[in-house]
Every structure is written in C-alpha cells, then in structure tokens.
C-alpha cells in the first residue's frame, strides 16, 4: 500500500494558481475587509450600547448587550493585531 501511494505522489502534478498583485496591491485589499470589519464591529457595540441603556433593567437584555459588548471589543482587538502583521508582513519582510 504505501509503494501504492508513493508512485501516486511522484506522479502527482497540482498546478496552483500565481498571484500577479504587488503587496501595495494585496496590502489595500486586506486593509479594506479589516476596515469593514471593524466598522461592523463598531456597529454592533452602538447598537449594544443602545440595547443597554434602553433595557430598562431586563436581566436578560443587559445580558446580552453586555455579551456583545465584551465579544465586539475582543473582535477589534483581534482586527487591530491583524492590521499590524499585515503591515509588518507586507512591508517590512518583502
């Protein structure tokens, strides 16, 4: 069996597609899904922060926007280190 998937593997040929885009190129890209992403998630702390004030005292809604809060801000912590590997990714190891 494994003789079997050796010839396989010698025989196999995967042609992969090639990038023709410049990092500056690939850098405004990313930085554009990140900057929606991050505006999603200031979306959703105002509309938690909304829910919060206006929850007049229900446990279970102060719960949840206190959940979407907390995860959001997780999330923006999350994008802003992703921002600032691209960066250094892109243009300091090129």
Do not use: W
Not at 36 to 42: D, E, N, R, T
Not at 73 to 84: E, K, M, N, Y
């Amino acid at each position: 069996m494994h003789g079997l998937l050796m010839h396989f593997a010698q025989n196999l040929t995967v042609n992969l597609p090639v990038v023709d885009a410049k990092p500056s190129e690939i850098k405004q890209v990313i930085n554009l899904l990140l900057s929606i992403a991050g505006a999603v998630a200031l979306l959703v702390i105002t509309m938690a922060g909304f829910r919060f004030v206006t929850s007049r005292g229900d446990t279970q809604q102060v719960a949840q926007a206190r959940n979407a809060i907390i995860y959001s801000s997780i999330g923006l912590v999350v994008l802003v280190s992703a921002f600032v590997i691209v960066n250094f990714v892109v243009f300091k190891l090129r």
